[in-house]
T-cell receptor, first 113, second 113 residues
Framework: AQSVTQLDSHVSVSEGTPVLLRCNYSSSYSPSLFWYVQHPNKGLQLLLKYTSAATLVKGINGFEAEFKKSETSFHLTKPSAHMSDAAEYFCVVIPYNNNDMRFGAGTRLTVKP | DSGVTQTPKHLITATGQRVTLRCSPRSGDLSVYWYQQSLDQGLQFLIHYYNGEERAKGNILERFSAQQFPDLHSELNLSSLELGDSALYFC????????????FGPGTRLLVL
């Protein structure tokens, strides 16, 4: 079964320092992978999407993620955290030939001043 | 703003009652998805409709049902409500039905007392 595992439930960084949110997936086929962000009391917003075109995917707000098949990983990074990045981040996989999203448990990002 | 609208924003009701949540997809999108977000279960896929037809079912209870109307809006009906049904219910939409980016509405927060 296709699924994702977010390795950290909570990440805390200082403003201006790099962000790394880790995600590993399991999939029999080449998956479609996404990162979504959820700010407090808000809906989910798409950050970026991987669909086998390029392994390094650039998203909104300076975020990017690299698809590494050998490591079955799709970690989310940002060079410099901003206070407004504080939110819950979800790694998501869509199984091949399907469209029901499988969400990771989420990583709460805290940004300290 | 994703273009997906959900009503109502908040709903407070009692155990045993029935409620209806409504979703209007983005203009041009034919697929509608329903998700439940709760503290203990995280984000779970409930059901997917494409152009009026049910396409996939996830962890949807028998007490819950949904439909998509000819104008493509969708309703999620929750009946015989229990305390554990308290959650945030999200609707998402996409253009097609396979491996597509989904755009999420702001959610309906249901509280069952």
């Amino acid at each position: 079964a296709q699924s994702v595992t977010q390795l950290d439930s909570h990440v805390s960084v200082s403003e201006g320092t790099p962000v790394l949110l880790r995600c590993n997936y399991s999939s029999s086929y080449s998956p479609s992978l996404f990162w979504y962000v959820q700010h407090p009391n808000k809906g989910l917003q798409l950050l970026l999407k991987y669909t086998s075109a390029a392994t390094l995917v650039k998203g909104i707000n300076g975020f990017e993620a690299e698809f590494k098949k050998s490591e079955t990983s799709f970690h989310l990074t940002k060079p410099s955290a901003h206070m407004s990045d504080a939110a819950e981040y979800f790694c998501v996989v869509i199984p091949y030939n399907n469209n029901d999203m499988r969400f990771g448990a989420g990583t709460r990002l805290t940004v300290k001043p | 703003d994703s273009g997906v609208t959900q009503t109502p924003k908040h709903l407070i009701t009692a155990t045993g009652q029935r409620v209806t949540l409504r979703c209007s997809p983005r203009s041009g999108d034919l697929s509608v998805y329903w998700y439940q977000q709760s503290l203990d279960q995280g984000l779970q896929f409930l059901i997917h409709y494409y152009n009026g037809e049910e396409r996939a079912k996830g962890n949807i209870l028998e007490r819950f049902s949904a439909q998509q109307f000819p104008d493509l809006h969708s309703e999620l009906n929750l009946s015989s409500l229990e305390l554990g049904d308290s959650a945030l219910y999200f609707c998402a939409s996409s253009v097609g039905s396979k491996e597509e980016t989904q755009y999420f509405g702001p959610g309906t927060r249901l509280l069952v007392l």
